[in-house]
């Protein structure tokens, strides 16, 4: 009976994590930041490094991951309150622990340094780099499939790698490599965020009395 | 009686009812949730949920907060530390009871 409690709570830290998920809006705006970050190599590629334009692109290259985060995230948000909070209601998840923050800020540091170093020792292998990306963020889906029991994210995955390995093996070279493997990626994230999204709100109607919660 | 079923009689009957015990299952994988989200969890009835909802609150194992999220009025409810520590002992309870023969 124990084990069934056990995985009761577990089944429902599961479903609250796929909670986060269930309408595709994450998917939608990490896939439009993605795209965006297609474009912003592909101009990087595109316009010479002396021209100010260029500096200011190379130099912005933390400014654009910040701020795209920080703005992605108030993005969903401001979706999730129109659209999925008041069909299937809000939840608030707990913050990482101050443990597990350190752990991944460590291993993506670990990764940048290990990814650095086996490109500076063998500048041919800059090539390789959207195979590497490829690689890196299908892991990523790979790991949030498995940790959230969603299926599609395991296709995501699937495509990340071969996406990569394909862009890689097609010889473009990194320079027009790496905007075309993200904007692949982009896309990827928009079709099936808005299938998603298309889906749950055919499924899901506004509730007409959100306010249950009067009777309590 | 006997020793295994005198655990069972001292197991917690607040917590130990089904209904309830999905409710503090749900609040306890998430820092906090509204009333809609637990009523399409559990599957239980506006008034079902309220009734739990209540009874968890009186025995001091959620706390309700009642606000607004923009101009919806927004029921959220979060699992207490009290209420942590009695879902724990809960499954000690019936960890230990599991143990002993029958």
Redesign the interface.
Known sequence: ???K??K??EL??Q??MQ?WVVDGIAELVMGGFFGLLGLYFGAQAVLPEESTVGSLLSAGFLLVIVVGGLAGRSLIGKLK?RLT??R????????PSKKRRWLTIALAFGMAMLVSALFASAPASLAWIPAVSGLVIGVYWLYQGHRMGVLRFYALAALSAVAGTAITMAGVGETLGLPLFYIVIGLALIVTGGLTLRSYLRQMPV?PD??????? | MNQPLRGLMDLDRVIHEPAR??IV??L??????????????TGLT??N??AH??KLEGAGYIS?E?TY??K?????CRLTESGQAALKQ??QQ??L??EKPS
């Open positions: 009976m124990d084990d409690i056990t009761q709570s429902a830290e479903r609250a909670y309150e909070y008041p299937t209601g809000f939840v608030a998840y707990r913050q509730q959100e306010s249950g919660e009067r009777t309590i | 015990l999905t299952a749900i306890s994988a998430v820092e906090s949730a509204d009333f809609l989200y637990l009523q399409r969890e506006k008034g949920l309220s909802l209540s309700i009642k999220r923009g919806l009025p927004l029921t959220l809960y499954r019936l960890e009871l599991a």
